[in-house]
């Protein structure tokens, strides 16, 4: 996590769902406070979050919410945070069914400089996620050094 010229930033990468509970419950817990933690040093900024959560939540792409999914709403209620629904998936593997783990959370304010989220599914990766798009509205803060 870290501030970039006028925003915060995140990137996360969750337990997943078949890991044991206690591990997954930390990685939320520390989530959540380094979550915290930005936001006391300066909560006037927007917060983008971005990661592979590896939690299925219904509505999200997925038939129903899995308990990682229920682990991702409840530090998004937690933390004032906005789940952004990419309404496609994000994760595909032959044999199995396409699914969305990974997700888009900001606050309010993250919320209101998104202009697009979209996954982009027609690039080629090794990966079996899909790239996310984010288009923003967002100034950058450019610092010269003064003679």
């Known amino acids: 996590m870290a501030r970039i010229n ?12 078949s890991d044991n509970v206690e591990e997954r419950q930390r990685f939320y817990a520390y989530a959540e406070e380094a979550i915290t933690a930005m936001r006391h040093k300066d909560s006037s900024l927007p917060m983008i979050l971005v990661g592979d959560f590896n939690g299925h939540i219904k509505d999200h792409y997925s038939m129903e919410t899995n308990s990682n999914g229920e682990l991702i709403l409840n530090a998004a209620r937690n ?50 996620h899909h790239l996310i798009e984010i288009t923003m509205n967002a100034s950058l803060l450019l610092l010269v050094e003064q003679p």
């Open 6 to 17: 006028n925003m915060w930033y995140g990137e996360f990468y969750a337990p997943v769902d």
């Open 79 to 128: 933390q004032s945070l906005e789940l952004i629904n990419m309404n496609a998936p994000t994760w595909e593997r032959p044999g199995r069914r396409p699914t969305c783990v990974d997700y888009v959370a900001c606050n309010r304010k993250g919320y209101e400089k998104i202009l697009t989220a979209s996954v982009r599914d027609k690039i080629y990766t090794s990966s079996d």
